[in-house]
């Protein structure tokens, strides 16, 4: 089972558990200890997750952090719960923010079980940021957070490539955050800002209380046409995928009338084989098949523009499998048995990767 096979597994079962994990012990069994083992991690290793780390700060001895991730025996992730019914956001990590002066870690996590904020130390070495760069909600989990998640386990973890990500994460949540509260209730100085581009006169009380409307509604209307353009733009992309489809569709049966869609079971062996490929990569059921006239085809999210490959079993003296490269066309690659299609893993492997960059 896959991570993503893992923490859909443990989203299912997490509103099940609410009513019995009003203890913080009861959330770490329940909830917190199958996260970390989805990151990969063996919870029932001490030198891969270490319960009860201790390390001691200062005057204080003996002070403990709920779990802590380790690697040839350090510490590169801690951990502190709270009950599952917690409002993190009136809770300050403060074990955290110790242990960070006195170990080798550079994440630290705050969770109820449900929420995790995750923490390190961008703005000074050694001292844990007072905002999270990452935060997530189990419930409410979409594809990017689940991708920003999978660099943190056991087999993708690299902290370099974590840092630059967490680094990026923060302050663009942090734009994002000024940019909301600015469309919602512009500052004097931002509306400031964009009349003294485009209006020559004094910038009286009475005109900026004017342009504070005037920006609000632009903003409101610049958002409105983007979002616009990019889902036409989306639906003319749909649509030209379609039509060429329809085309080949088409000619073949122009070509032979007797031509009509037939999916085989080797049609089918092949379609399973690659979802067993991908399976590790990405979630299975994201990988779909639409059999036409022409071929069999592969695609990620049942999506005509992002194929993954095609079939070409109908000949039945000879077999190819095709991969679509950046100009749309096809490079055939003949096969002798469908066997040979794990021979090529690591290009479908490829193949899904530019869909997810």
Do not use: W
Not at 96 to 118: A, E, H, M, P, Q
Not at 301 to 327: G, M, Q, V, Y
Request: glycine share 4%.
């Amino acid at each position: 089972m896959d991570f993503v096979d893992k923490i859909q597994e443990l989203i299912v079962k997490i509103p099940k558990q609410l009513e019995y994990t009003a203890t913080e012990e009861a959330t770490k069994n329940a909830l917190v200890m199958p996260f970390i083992n989805s990151l990969g991690y063996n919870v029932f290793d001490p030198t891969e997750v270490m319960p009860e780390f201790v390390a001691d700060v200062g005057t204080k001895k003996g002070e403990k952090v709920d779990y802590a991730i380790m690697r040839e025996g350090n510490p590169i992730m801690l951990i502190e719960c709270k009950s599952s019914g917690t409002n993190l956001d009136n809770v300050h990590a403060s074990q955290l923010f110790r242990y960070f002066s006195v170990t080798d870690s550079r994440i630290g996590v705050l969770t109820n079980g449900v929420i995790y904020k995750f923490y390190s130390d961008l703005e000074q070495t050694n001292k844990m940021d007072s905002k999270p760069f990452l935060e997530i909600d189990l419930l409410n989990l979409n594809e990017s957070q689940i991708n920003e998640i999978k660099k943190l386990t056991k087999s993708k973890f690299n902290l370099d490539e974590v840092m630059s990500s967490a680094s990026d994460l923060k302050y663009t949540k942090e734009i994002k955050k000024i940019l909301n509260d600015q469309l919602s209730n512009p500052d004097d100085d931002f509306v400031r800002f964009f009349a003294s581009q485009v209006y020559s006169g004094k910038l009286t009380q009475v005109v900026r209380e004017q342009f504070n409307g005037i920006v609000k509604k632009a903003f409101s209307q610049f958002i409105s046409d983007k979002i616009n353009d990019r889902l036409k733009f989306a639906m003319d992309q749909e649509a030209v995928a379609t039509i060429e489809v329809e085309e080949e569709e088409q000619e073949a049966v122009l070509s032979d009338p007797e031509n009509r869609i037939e999916t085989t079971e080797e049609e089918m062996e092949g379609y399973y084989i690659i979802k067993s490929i991908l399976r590790e990569f990405i979630d299975p059921a994201r990988i779909i098949y639409r059999d036409t006239i022409s071929y069999f085809g592969i695609l990620l999210d049942d999506n005509n523009r992002k194929p993954i490959c095609r079939l070409h079993f109908n000949n039945t003296n000879k077999k190819s499998i095709a991969f679509i490269d950046e100009n749309k066309k096809e490079n055939k690659v003949e096969i002798k048995d469908l066997n040979e299609i794990y021979k090529y893993s690591a290009r479908l492997k490829a193949t899904v990767e530019i869909y997810e960059d």
